[in-house]
């Protein structure tokens, strides 16, 4: 494996790579750091006020274009972009890892996921239907229309940097809609580099309307001016619950629509007839894979007591051996860093907090801080918990799995239940009653339940997102195209009467 003398030569070479010209990533008050090392890798520039409202000026013009552009045509941008991202897989991938600190697999997986939903949406660009609805009337049709909706401001997180961005900019594209993107302010390369490529595809493409594509690297106050701006009919947010609460409230106030992804807390079911080679390596990748830090990473785990203490000899084999490090420096490593300081703060304070409610900690501590005192490595913790208190009800962003052994179905199905989010789930179970029970309306109250698979690493293919305090959106497969689409439903009257709907009489002559 390549070592760079130091990342940030890395990060040049993978920028001028994938041809991001060099001022946007050496100058600026913005510093990026790498949560690999800790050190600087390059300079951004913020966007300013003016800058925002520039590129909210250029999306509405360039809408009122890309609007009229058959949606087949508007697919072929997005199938150009595809290929752009197939080629720049490596690259892209490679700078993900850089970024947001994901093992190598994961950071091209990123890739892969943009590559998939770009392919999802190219067919979509010829399947944009309505239907044709039977009329009460004689004489009358009546059908339904999906018309483009307008500039779609998306707001996106350090933890899927770009993928994110794609299942919301792939469809927004073919449905006829400009994006403006406001990145994390902690992966700002990677949004560059995806932006370059968009403008790759576009040229190839030809007549794309300029600023169908924008990208503005801030603070939250960026974020809050699209979120303002009555230009923009959707917003789509990805983030914490404290986000979403600031964001939905604030859309709904000026009936703009949202799409919300906000916290998990996502749990596991373990049933006795559980295969449990199968169910290990399942629960190690969703809760230790990307150190934690996927929305639908794996929190909770619920173990049938006939098969729990193996169970759970087994995983603390896997946590107490994991390769943990810094995977560019190091082959089978499968736990990159924590993003940064702040974030192994809070998971130290929320073992602690843990321990004190009668929690057994096993893991959780820093590792090679001695090479990299400025990054933040852990090894993923195991708690058994006494009950379901405490910090297991909150989502921390970190690699916590917290444990409780169960006797009845029914109870653990309740417990999974009883937390504040419902974004992910997973059973693993071989008894078909129990998997049909699950996956039934009084089973898991989530927007994705899973059987005998975790939770993490869904396909694009179906919607994505979840219930209660998880923000109720839908992003990617599926019909969640709906979102950025304007429904009409028109009548018409081709006979020489004009019949009322209902039976109503109005007979004015
Ligand atoms: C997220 O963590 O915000 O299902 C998204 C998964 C990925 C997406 C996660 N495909 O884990």
């Keep these: 494996m390549t070592v760079a003398t130091t990342l940030a030569t890395d990060v040049r070479d993978l920028l001028h790579d994938l041809?991001?010209?060099?001022?946007?990533?050496?100058?600026?008050?913005?510093?990026?750091?790498?949560?690999?090392?800790?050190?600087i890798v390059a300079h951004v520039q913020d966007a300013g006020r003016a800058d925002v409202e520039k590129a909210v000026t250029q999306a509405k013009?360039?809408?009122?274009?890309?609007?009229?552009?058959?949606?087949?045509?508007?697919?072929?941008?997005?199938?150009?972009?595809?290929?752009?991202?197939?080629?720049?897989?490596?690259?892209?991938?490679?700078?993900?890892?850089?970024?947001?600190?994901?093992?190598?697999?994961?950071?091209?997986?990123?890739?892969?996921?943009?590559?998939?939903?770009?392919?999802?949406?190219?067919?979509?660009?010829?399947?944009?239907?309505?239907?044709?609805?039977?009329?009460?009337?004689?004489?009358?049709?009546?059908?339904?229309?999906?018309?483009?909706?307008?500039?779609?401001?998306v707001i996106?997180?350090?933890?899927?940097?770009?993928?994110?961005?794609?299942?919301?900019?792939?469809?927004?594209?073919?449905?006829?809609?400009?994006?403006?993107?406001?990145?994390?302010?902690k992966t700002p390369l990677t949004a560059l580099a995806v932006q370059v490529l968009f403008e790759r595809a576009a040229a190839k493409v030809g007549r794309v309307p300029h600023g169908l594509s924008t990208v503005l690297i801030g603070d939250r106050d960026v974020g809050e001016v699209l979120v303002d701006d009555p230009r923009v009919p959707l917003v789509s947010a990805t983030g914490s619950t404290a986000m979403g609460r600031m964001v939905g409230p604030r859309l709904a106030q000026r009936f703009a629509r949202s799409i919300l992804e906000l916290g998990g807390n996502?749990?596991?079911?373990?049933?006795?007839?559980?295969?449990?080679?199968?169910?290990?390596?399942?629960?190690?990748?969703?809760?230790?894979?990307?150190?934690?830090q996927r929305c639908t990473s794996l929190r909770r785990l619920f173990i049938h007591d006939t098969v729990y203490d193996e169970l759970v000899v087994r995983l603390q084999q896997v946590y107490g051996s994991v390769r943990i490090g810094n995977p560019l420096a190091n082959d089978g490593v499968l736990a990159g860093p924590l993003i940064d300081g702040d974030a192994f703060e809070r998971m130290q304070n929320v073992l602690?907090?843990?321990?004190?409610?009668?929690?057994?900690?096993?893991?959780?501590?820093?590792?090679?801080?001695?090479?990299?005192?400025?990054?933040?490595?852990?090894?993923?913790?195991?708690?058994?918990?006494?009950?379901?208190?405490?910090?297991?009800?909150?989502?921390?962003?970190?690699?916590?799995?917290?444990v409780m052994k169960y006797s009845d179905f029914d109870v653990a199905l309740a417990l999974h239940n009883d937390v504040p989010q419902g974004l992910s789930s997973s059973i693993f179970s071989n008894d078909v009653r129990e998997v049909e029970k699950f996956?039934?309306?009084?089973?898991?109250?989530?927007?994705?339940?899973n059987a005998n698979i975790g939770p993490s690493g869904a396909e694009i293919g179906g919607a994505f997102g979840g219930e209660k305090e998880t923000g109720g959106g839908r992003e990617a497969g599926s019909d969640a195209w709906k979102a950025y689409m304007r429904r009409v439903t028109s009548t018409i009257n081709f006979g020489h009467e004009l019949p009322l709907a209902q039976g109503v009489r109005f007979d004015v002559g």
């Excluded at 093992?103 to 067919?123: N, R, T, W, Y």
């Excluded at 596991?268 to 190690?284: G, K, N, Q, T």
Aim: net charge negative; with cysteine.
């Design 352 to 402: 602690l907090e843990a321990q004190k409610l009668g929690g057994e900690v096993y893991g959780g501590e820093r590792v090679d801080d001695d090479k990299y005192p400025s990054a933040y490595y852990v090894r993923p913790a195991l708690v058994e918990m006494p009950a379901q208190i405490g910090p297991m009800l909150r989502e921390t962003f970190a690699p916590i799995l917290y």
């Design 19 to 39: 041809g991001v010209p060099r001022d946007r990533f050496s100058q600026g008050s913005r510093v990026v750091r790498s949560p690999l090392t800790g050190e």
């Design 266 to 292: 996502n749990a596991s079911i373990v049933c006795p007839s559980a295969d449990l080679d199968l169910a290990l390596r399942a629960i190690s990748f969703a809760a230790i894979g990307t150190a934690g």
């Design 439 to 449: 996956l039934s309306v009084s089973g898991s109250d989530c927007g994705i339940a």
């Design 156 to 185: 996106t997180s350090f933890n899927f940097p770009v993928a994110v961005w794609s299942w919301n900019a792939a469809l927004a594209f073919v449905c006829g809609n400009p994006v403006i993107w406001k990145p994390s302010e």
């Design 61 to 153: 013009t360039a809408f009122l274009e890309w609007r009229s552009v058959p949606a087949p045509k508007r697919g072929e941008l997005v199938r150009v972009l595809g290929e752009e991202l197939r080629r720049a897989k490596t690259s892209l991938g490679r700078l993900v890892t850089i970024e947001a600190g994901k093992i190598p697999s994961e950071g091209e997986g990123e890739v892969q996921e943009m590559i998939d939903i770009c392919d999802f949406a190219v067919g979509l660009s010829r399947q944009l239907y309505g239907l044709t609805i039977a009329s009460e009337r004689p004489n009358h049709r009546m059908m339904e229309q999906w018309h483009p909706l307008g500039p779609v401001g």
